[in-house]
């Protein structure tokens, strides 16, 4: 029979597969309506554990201060045949970014679209669009060679990409690329279009070249 802790073990491994996202400690245990977040604490590490031990194609991966149940890195093409490639908005959004980017700190996409960046991880990493390697405390992320065969573009190169991108869809770079390689540090905002940039207002008081009027001479 199953100790206490095994239990809440098989209900934490549960709620993380059926979440589809990486969950906070905390959100486990209110997900499991547990007031007090410390034992199911204990039962993720002891799941971490459980299938960093086991021979599975699932791991537990920890992102920043969440968890996730999910494919290890080297079985994902293996699904590929069998995953269906549907995007939502934020999805596509989330996916233009990475790839403009690219390389980018899964950190840098969370500062652009907040946290809703670990969920559209999770899932364009699963449909093979994408590719994570670990840096630091974050994730390092790339586009595939699927992600190009899918959107027709000749090469996997990112400048490639990055012209595609600008000539096919009309998006700007948000801030100049940089001159090393490794990853980017980009500003936290949308990549804007062309048609998003105002024109330049005037000044208020004339152009800055502008001569103020002559004064009259003093009657003597």
């Known amino acids: 029979m199953p100790s206490k802790l ?3 073990v098989f209900q934490v ?3 993380l597969f059926a ?11 209110a997900a499991l309506g547990l007031d007090d977040y ?3 604490q204990r039962a993720v590490r002891t799941l971490e554990q459980t299938y960093g031990n086991r021979q599975s194609a699932l791991e537990v991966r920890r992102v920043g201060d969440r968890y996730a149940l999910q ?3 080297k079985y994902v093409p293996t699904v590929h045949a069998v995953t269906p490639v549907e995007m939502t908005p934020r999805t596509l959004r989330a996916l233009t970014l990475i790839a403009y980017h690219q390389p980018i700190l899964q950190s840098n996409l969370v500062r ?8 559209e991880v999770q899932r ?4 093979g669009l994408i590719h ?4 630091g405390s974050t994730l390092e992320l790339a586009t595939t060679r699927r992600f190009a065969e899918y959107f027709g573009i000749a090469s996997t190169r990112p400048e490639e990409i990055r012209r595609f991108l600008e000539q096919k869809l009309g998006v700007a770079p948000a801030v100049p690329a940089p001159t090393s390689p490794g990853p980017k540090e980009v500003a936290a905002t949308p990549i804007p279009s062309a048609t998003d940039v105002p024109a330049e207002a005037p000044p208020e008081n004339g152009t800055p070249d502008e001569e103020p009027p002559a004064q009259p001479p003093m009657a003597s």
């Open 6 to 8: 095994d239990d809440l």
């Open 13 to 15: 491994e549960a709620v």
């Open 19 to 29: 979440s589809g996202k990486p969950l906070a400690v905390k959100e486990i245990a």
């Open 38 to 40: 410390r034992p199911v």
């Open 71 to 73: 494919l290890q890195e």
């Open 112 to 119: 652009m679209i907040g946290d809703v960046a670990y969920e």
């Open 124 to 127: 364009l990493r699963g449909i």
């Open 132 to 135: 994570t390697d670990p840096k």
